[in-house]
């Protein structure tokens, strides 16, 4: 199968707020970028043709072109230890981490009706939180917490898990994970009054850099009756945060 060569190389310029940067160099675009982990857009940032290729075809090639970097770099691929290393990569890329780009991979949400008349928020906490940086492809690991007050529909618990998995099963800043996950939610339980809390180290942070251990970030999305101080607060106490 002739898959190399698919895409033309082009250079893209470092944009903020749908404006080009005007930067000296990009080199120096993208290392401003990446170290202040500066979001561009509400919407992950992805081509028209992101699905032309099968998802097959995509392991092939990420997996040739990580041999690539790991030959760059001195490897020795004919190691065993080393030798499958490409495939998994690129099978970890597509079918793992990355597998929330693909809208076919969105879980498929059913509502029910709120037949129990509860009025009060509901709160799921400490959801699991597994993502990757944008900026330097490491991970970002936390927890999300959520709250909805119903407008007559409810979901599944493990759905709103789903949810969170979804968007975070892709290169992100935390801070448009935050607002995806809450504009979905939205979207499905057809009410603003939603709110997303995340709490998450982010080992770009951690483990080179600053080498900070100690420090996690936090952003929060409130929507609707979570904008009134009040309700906002019983959210966090809830939480036991401080936030
Ligand atoms: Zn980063």
Redesign the pocket.
């Known amino acids: 199968m002739k898959v190399h060569g698919f895409f033309k190389t082009e250079t893209v310029k470092p944009r903020l707020n749908g404006t080009h940067l005007n930067l000296n160099n990009d080199y120096n675009g993208h290392d401003i970028i990446?170290d202040n982990?500066i979001a561009t857009s509400l919407e992950t940032p992805i081509r028209v043709d992101a699905f032309l290729l099968s998802d097959e075809q995509k392991i092939l090639i990420i997996e040739d072109k990580f041999r690539d970097i790991m030959n760059v770099l001195g490897l020795d691929l004919t190691d065993d230890s080393l030798n499958g290393t490409p495939h998994r990569v690129a099978k970890m890329f597509v079918k793992e981490i990355f597998s929330g780009l693909n809208p076919e991979n969105k879980p498929k949400i059913s509502v029910f009706e709120n037949k129990f008349k509860y009025g009060e928020m509901l709160v799921e906490k400490n959801i699991n939180l597994n993502s990757t940086?944008e900026?330097?492809f490491?991970p970002i690991v936390g927890k999300a917490h959520v709250a909805y007050v119903s407008s007559g529909q409810v979901v599944g618990l493990s759905k709103i898990n789903r949810i969170v998995d979804y968007f975070a099963r892709r290169p992100q800043v935390q801070e448009r994970l935050t607002v995806q996950i809450a504009n979905e939610l939205k979207r499905i339980l057809k009410t603003e009054d939603v709110a997303v809390i995340i709490d998450a180290k982010?080992l770009?942070v951690s483990s080179r850099g600053i080498q900070d251990e100690g420090s996690s970030t936090i952003t929060a999305e409130y929507g609707g009756i979570f904008k009134v101080q009040q309700r906002k607060e019983e959210f966090l106490k809830y939480l036991s945060l401080n936030v």
């Open positions: 990446g982990h940086c900026h330097h490491l982010h770009c």
